[in-house]
């Protein structure tokens, strides 16, 4: 036997733009798909299926998938892109892979690419054949691509009885793709039997298209349909049931469907869908269909018959059969939870009745947590506890649970099981657990002390968006019991406080809410706010300070926070008259140090800040007191009280009764010198004041911001009449500078009292007229034109040039002589020609005694007389003789100088001369020892007293040689 490799055989080509239906025309916007069918008798796989289109190289087409090569296999290409208008020719070349391969006759066509108004497509009715009763459904493609909406699509039937039918079609969608449009013929229509034709027609408003088909064909052929059953006969209403039947057909066609009418214990039916392997369906093939588990079937009886319909159209004689037997579940009735809102507080109580129709009993869940009814509480399960003692279950019997629960709203549901069934009741929600939650927040970082804290809080109530409430806040001190802020929060719930710390260290607080019927009170979290004391520097070298704080004891290391050895911390005691040093030295509230220290240093004290918008009490005995201001702003020193004996006056009124002094003195660190602060000056917080009391008294310091009852203000320094007068000694030593003192005259007497230095000053006070008290002010009452001021300057700087100045002796009036009388050295100077005087001070420093005398002006300049100028020669020399008479003793000097005034020698420079005659000699040189040109020159005399008078005489002379 010879082997013959058969030549293969294409055929069924076709264009198309739907995979299927074949055109001649494709759209101008669609990829054209080209199919032909590859048939060969000995089964061979091509080698190539390849088409040409146009002119272009030939592409491969694919398979669709089939290996039947004896019966055909569809090969398929799609253009990858829109074609060109017109006319497109096409043809299809084959080869089978077989050794003697065979190539296939080719096949062509052509189409056209056009520009469509509608197209139909993919026209079909269902089934193509089939019963009578049978509900056929056409359908079409409508494919427009310009995207016209179709003005109708409807398919026109050509019934076997010669008569028509036009059916109208709906659809939607992407036209320019193309919609697919349908139309049903309901079953039971009673079709008259045999071959129809139909042609579906559309139009989109203009242009109209057509396609036409034949079928469906109507035929009546009935299957037979035997050994129905159905497993298990009796079950749980969530078991699975599975039924099944016998189709055969004798001229075996297969089944349009097989089904199986369930008919349940209340009459109504439910269809299934059964499904069978095997295709012999004239030996008979097993169709089944299935319940799956848990599709909760009703108890009681059920019975069931099975339909079929081949795929003509002819129904089988149903076959009726009786099963299962479903067991009736337990019931959960009435499920609930009461109350369905309240607090955190409440005790919630879930309640559900089990009942059974067929009297079961629950049957108790295995495990944790066990019980025989359940409830799920937010995806927990619990037990619940039987209520009672009755079990009569087809009447039903109740369980209950008691929780407290959290908050926000919850889901709950119930579940039971008997001998075959588990029951679940529906998700409930409820109930709502309101809780109020409340926050507290401070300032991060360190607070200063006296400076104002604001604490914010927020109140929520959860479920309720408005919030009216009022809540407290609780604020306690390091060493005091709670204070209670009451305060009405926003209707968002935000509430704020605020409190100055008057103590240094941590200060805590917390927001509470004593809660309502719905919600629970609440607390919130505690929160701590660090208080420091107002921080400040004290400079390097001596400084007088204060700290405006109530000390935490009376050891100043724990007021200064630190060791203050290390600042050399002394104080006056006014009880004791001398100064204390540590550890001597007592920290109170409204009392000034002096401090020594080599380099800077930072304070944070810590203590309690005075109520600021109150007076402050400061004790002082009789004497000079140290004392600063206990608040932490300037307060005016005029705005001050004295209480004494239990009456309080002004300061003003009180210095002049003579219990203190109206004026104060602060210490200046840079100048290393006392400045006076009057009673219209401030008090500045942490600098350190002297004030003298004349009687044990008590100053009432006034919050800043007060005003002084009385206030003269004092001009010392001004010209005030012709009587009046005022003027400013100043005393400096290197660096060092006192200047707040003055003496003068006035309509009205003043002494300003002078506190005692510390060390590195120079110091000028005042002899008081009374022997009481130094004083920096000395200005009396015009009584006596002539004044005589003693006063004493101190310094304990070594070897240092002291001097005393007068800046503002100008604004004296010129009918007055003021002579300043250095007592210890019996030196004269009158004030007006000189502008200071300057004198050493000791190996220690020293003191040294001084006069201001101020008297009407005398003039008592001296007299220079009887002046004569003669030139002699003796032994080859040339020598100028000069005489002149004093009025009284003098400095004087001798000068000689040129026509022109210009100096040539000084014979004489200050030296004293006694009351009468003098006389000196000029040899005729000049300063070098040169001797002078012959010609005129000028004698000068000036004569100066002790008190600074002077008198001058120039005497001519003509030098010859």
């Known amino acids: ?109 052509t ?25 056929f459904t056409y359908s079409v493609k409508y494919t427009d691509t310009d995207g016209d909406a179709p003005a109708y699509v409807r398919v026109r039937i050509f019934r076997s009885d010669n008569t028509e039918q036009v059916l109208n079609l709906s659809g939607s969608g992407d036209y320019a793709q193309g919609v697919t449009f349908t139309g049903t013929i309901p079953a039971n229509s009673r079709l008259p039997l045999g071959e129809y034709r139909y042609r579906f027609e559309a139009s989109d408003g203009e242009a109209t298209a057509q396609l036409e088909g034949d079928g469906p064909e109507v035929t009546n052929a009935p299957p037979r349909l035997s050994n129905g059953t159905v497993t298990p006969v009796r079950e749980s209403g969530r078991a699975a049931f599975r039924y099944a039947v016998t189709y055969t057909d004798e001229d075996g066609d297969a089944p349009d469907f097989v089904r199986v009418v369930v008919v349940q214990p209340n009459g109504s039916e439910i269809t299934l869908d059964m499904t069978g392997s095997g295709t012999d369906y004239a030996v008979g093939v097993i169709y089944t269909a299935e319940v799956p588990t848990n599709s909760n079937l009703a108890p009681g009886s059920y019975g069931f018959r099975f339909i079929a319909r081949d795929n003509y159209g002819a129904d089988a004689e149903p076959l009726p059969g009786t099963g299962p037997q479903v067991n009736s579940p337990p019931q959960l009735l009435n499920g609930r939870v009461t109350p369905l809102s309240g607090r955190l507080s409440t005790e919630y109580v879930y309640e559900v009745t089990y009942k059974d129709a067929d009297g079961d009993a629950p ?28 079990t009569d279950f087809t009447q039903g019997v109740t369980y209950q649970l008691r929780l407290r629960l959290s908050e926000g709203t919850h889901t709950f549901y119930f579940r039971t099981q008997d001998q075959f069934d588990l029951v679940e009741t529906p998700v409930q929600t409820g109930p709502t657990v309101n809780k109020a939650t409340i926050t507290l927040t401070a300032p991060t970082g360190t607070v200063v002390l006296g400076q104002t ?27 005091a019991a709670g204070e209670v802020k009451t305060v009405n929060t926003a209707s968002d719930g935000s509430f704020s406080v605020q409190f100055t710390p008057g103590v240094t260290g941590p200060w805590s607080a917390y927001a509470s809410w004593a809660g309502n019927a ?77 401090v020594r220290t080599s380099r800077e240093v930072q304070v944070n004290p810590t203590g309690t800040l005075v109520d600021q918008t109150q007076p402050y009490a400061i004790p002082l005995a009789r004497g000079w007191n140290m004392i600063g201001s206990v608040y932490l702003q300037p307060t005016l020193l005029g705005a001050a009280q004295v209480r004494v004996s239990g009456q309080v006056l002004s300061l003003a009124e009180a210095a002049r009764r003579g219990l203190i002094r109206d004026y104060a003195w602060r210490y200046d660190p840079v100048a290393r010198a006392y400045r006076q602060v009057r009673s219209s000056d401030l008090l500045q917080p942490f600098v350190g004041y002297w004030i003298r009391a004349l009687e044990d008294v008590e100053l009432i310091l006034n919050p800043p911001g007060s005003r002084a009852a009385d206030i003269t203000p004092v001009n010392r320094s001004a010209k005030m009449s012709e009587t009046d007068w005022s003027v400013q000694l100043v005393a400096r030593a290197g660096q060092v500078v006192d200047s707040d003192n003055y003496i003068g005259v006035s309509t009205e007497s003043q002494r300003v009292e002078k506190p005692a230095p510390l060390e590195g000053y120079v110091h000028l006070q005042l002899q008081s ?47 007055l002589e003021m002579v300043l009388v250095d007592l ?14 300057t004198y050493q001070s000791g190996t220690n420093g020293g003191s040294r005694r001084f006069q201001v005398i101020v008297q009407p002006r005398v003039r008592t300049a001296p007299v220079i007389s009887n002046v004569r100028v003669a030139q002699t020669r003796a032994a080859g020399s040339m020598q100028v003789q000069i005489s002149y008479t004093l009025s009284a003793e003098a400095s004087v000097a001798v000068q000689i100088t040129d026509a022109t005034g210009k100096p040539v020698r000084a014979l004489q420079a200050g030296q004293a001369a006694g009351r009468g005659v003098s006389s000196i000699t000029w040899d005729g040189r000049n300063g070098a020892g040169i001797a002078v040109p012959a010609g005129a020159y000028m004698v000068r005399i000036t004569a100066t007293t002790s008190d600074g008078q002077t008198a001058s005489v120039v005497q001519p002379v003509v030098l010859t040689r």
């Open 518 to 594: 719905e919600y629970d009170g609440v607390n919130s979290n505690t929160v701590t706010v660090t208080v420091s004391g107002a921080s400040f520097t004290i400079p390097a070298g001596i400084s007088m300070i204060s700290i405006p704080l109530v000390p935490p004891s009376s050891d100043p290391d724990f007021l200064f926070g630190f060791n203050t050895a290390t600042i050399n911390l002394i104080r006056w005691s006014a009880l004791e008259n001398r100064y204390l040093v540590t550890p001597n030295v007592r920290a109170e509230a409204g009392a000034a140090y002096w």
């Open 453 to 479: 804290v604001t604490l914010s809080g927020q109140l929520t109530l959860s479920g309720s968006a408005t919030v009216n409430e009022t809540v407290q806040v609780v604020i306690s001190s390091p060493v």
């Open 824 to 837: 210890d050295a019996n030196v004269r100077r009158v004030m007006t020609a000189v502008p200071s005087y």
């Open 111 to 135: 189409f056209e690419v056009v520009n469509f108004a509608p197209v139909l497509s993919e026209g079909a009715v269902a089934p193509a054949t089939g019963s009578h009763n049978a509900a």
């Open 1 to 109: 036997t010879v082997a013959v490799n058969h030549k293969p055989e294409l055929r069924d080509h076709k264009v198309t733009m739907d995979g299927s239906t074949a055109v001649t025309q494709v759209s101008k916007t669609a990829r054209p798909i080209f199919l032909v069918t590859y048939q060969d008798a000995d089964n061979d796989a091509p080698k190539f299926v390849r088409l040409f289109l146009d002119s272009a190289a030939g592409v491969n087409m694919t398979s669709t998938g089939s290996t039947n090569y004896r019966t055909g296999v569809v090969y398929r290409y799609q253009a990858p892109a829109p074609l060109a208008l017109g006319s497109h020719t096409y043809r299809i070349v084959a080869q089978d892979a077989d050794p003697f391969a065979e190539q296939a006759t080719e096949v062509s066509g």
């Open 363 to 390: 049957r108790a869940f295995t495990g944790t947590p066990g019980g025989e009814v359940q409830v799920n509480v937010d995806g927990t399960w619990y037990a619940m506890n039987r209520v009672g003692t009755s």
């Open 769 to 815: 007229p009374e022997g009481d008290a130094p004083l920096a002010v000395d200005v009396r009452r015009s009584a006596s034109l002539k004044q005589v001021y003693t006063f004493e300057v101190l310094t304990d700087l070594p070897n240092t040039p002291v001097t005393l100045s007068w800046p503002n002796l100008a604004k004296v009036g010129r009918h």
